[in-house]
């Protein structure tokens, strides 16, 4: 049971970390969902300056009965098309959460809205970003690796081309006959010998 309890413990804690660790972001501000004032700074111009994360959320709010925010497709988002959409919201205070990373694209449902620059696009970072550039440096690395192992090559081979010569080397006076003639000196030697020794063994018995 302590066990049990201790994990359970464990995991509210880390859902408190990330509970902790995301950010809720109010659309428009004080201002809210609407459309932009002739000089309140733009939606998008708002989201250029702010990192969003994945975790993070959006805070929508606007009057419930003449507006809404719809998630579209980016060539929807162009047109102000509010007849197709993949979310609708309409309840006057909507929390989206940011759950990928990439492009989110939100329009208001109000299509002459829409044309008055209420809409938004907000950019989420992944963490998985940076991976792609930590493999071009890897097979670069490879490369010159691959370069030290061809010069270590050169050294490898050399011990080996000694190796043939030194062959050839033991190999040649045998070819020349120089360690033949020792040995061929040898065996003449020994039958010589042997033959004088059977001729006084010969002779003694002889005589």
Do not use: H
């Not at 719809?70 to 098309?81: G, S, T």
């Not at 209420?118 to 940076?130: N, R, S």
């Not at 050294?155 to 360690?179: C, D, I, L, V, W």
Request: glycine residues 12%.
């Amino acid at each position: 049971m302590a066990a049990r309890s201790c994990g359970l413990g464990l995991a509210c804690f880390v859902l408190l970390m990330a509970a902790a660790g995301a950010t809720q972001y109010k659309v428009g501000g004080d201002n809210g969902w609407a459309v932009p004032g002739a000089t309140a700074e733009s939606f998008n111009t708002w989201a250029e300056k702010t990192s969003f994360q994945i975790g993070d959320e959006l805070l929508f709010v606007y009057p419930k009965d003449k507006d809404s925010v719809l998630l579209v497709e980016p060539a929807d988002y162009n047109a102000c098309n509010t007849s197709s959409y993949d979310k609708q919201f309409d309840d006057g205070s909507t929390s989206f959460a940011l759950d990928r990373a990439g492009a989110f694209f939100f329009i208001s449902g109000v299509e002459a809205n829409c044309r008055a620059n209420e809409k938004l696009i907000v950019m989420v970072a992944g963490a998985a970003a940076p991976a792609p550039g930590s493999p071009s440096p890897t097979p670069s690395a490879p490369a010159p690796s691959g370069g030290g192992g061809s010069a270590k090559a050169p050294p490898s081979s050399s011990p080996k081309a000694p190796a043939p010569k030194n062959s050839t080397a033991k190999g040649a006076p045998s070819s020349t006959g120089g360690g033949g003639d020792k040995n061929g000196a040898g065996l003449t030697v020994a039958g010589f010998l042997a033959s004088f020794v059977g001729c006084v063994a010969y002779a003694t018995l002889a005589f």
